[in-house]
């Protein structure tokens, strides 16, 4: 063909890339090389992960320590502040208001809980009104200050640690704080076997505490002029709502002593009853029904007392509708002469 152009036999066109790339392209892909450095730098890397690991174990193992030793703190602080308020509850019905009591009654409880009080921790409790505002330290040996209705405990103590050298510090403060108080309850509406005694409106307003049977208090103190202490429970003329008549059985004195003893049915009372007052000397009936009350249910009075000691008659303080209490363990009269011990009701 003309204007072709012929290849001499032999003769190859050159297709391939020059030698310098081809050298180039061979030495970094070529099968077999190695990349320098490599083995150093992954055992580099795995040390750093690995410290990273530990510390980051030791974190959540000393984390999960310290809020395992803070929820004991403050079951703990929980409880003493409960068992404190309960002591503080007693203290006011009985009108005794002794302090070490009611530190006692929060220490006891800490105790049990297992919390060492006295050696690593301590407890903190202070009175608060019903405001939460604080009155004074618990313990302190003062009587328990009278707008006491709360007590705030705070429960303390050092916690070893693991990470000093990050921290700084070899422990770290632990600290739980507990508040208990009194809320005022709902009067009832009636009030079933109730006591029959009675005192004036203005003492039990005041919580004050006096000897029901000088019936010269009322008057000089109160302004109630010819008060007698003593209730007719079954008197016809009684009304009210709530009112039930007691058990009559057919003489006075017979009647107010069934009525203090617990074992037979003094009626019920209500908000608003309209009762008779029994005018005569029952004082040592009333008395004698108290004793077999206390002697029959192993109560006490406020300061531990059984109702057995001497005397002529006991007093009675007023501060709420008469609730005896319990003790832990009942204990036997130790007078010679029941009929003579000393009666002491808790209101």
Known sequence: MSGARRIA????????????????LSGRFAPGAQARGEPGQVLIIGAVSLTALLVL?????????????????????????????????EEHVSRSFRDSVVYQAAMTLALQNQIDVGGTRQLQAIYTDSDGAALGAVGMGSPVPEPARGVRITLSGPFATILSPLLGTASVQAQAEARARLLRAPFPAS????????VPLAAFDAAASFDLYDTSIAASSYGVAGYEPFLH?????????????????????????FWSDGAHQSGALGLGSQVAIAKGPYGPDVRAGLLDNVRRQGLVDGNGASGCGGGKHGRAHVTRPGVWRKPRARRPCPCARPQHCDCRPTH
């Open 233 to 257: 429970l079954a008197f016809p003329g009684n009304a009210g709502a709530g009112y039930t008549p007691a058990d009559d059985f057919s003489e006075m004195h017979t009647n107010l002593q």
């Open 57 to 89: 174990t030791a974190v959540v193992i000393n984390l999960g320590s310290y809020f395992v030793e803070r929820r004991a703190l403050q079951n703990a602080a929980d409880a003493a502040a409960l068992a404190a308020v309960g002591r503080l509850a």
């Open 9 to 24: 036999p032999g003769k190859a066109r050159d297709c391939q890339p020059r030698g310098s790339h081809l050298q180039y």
């Open 191 to 198: 009030w079933a076997n109730p006591v029959p005694l009675a």
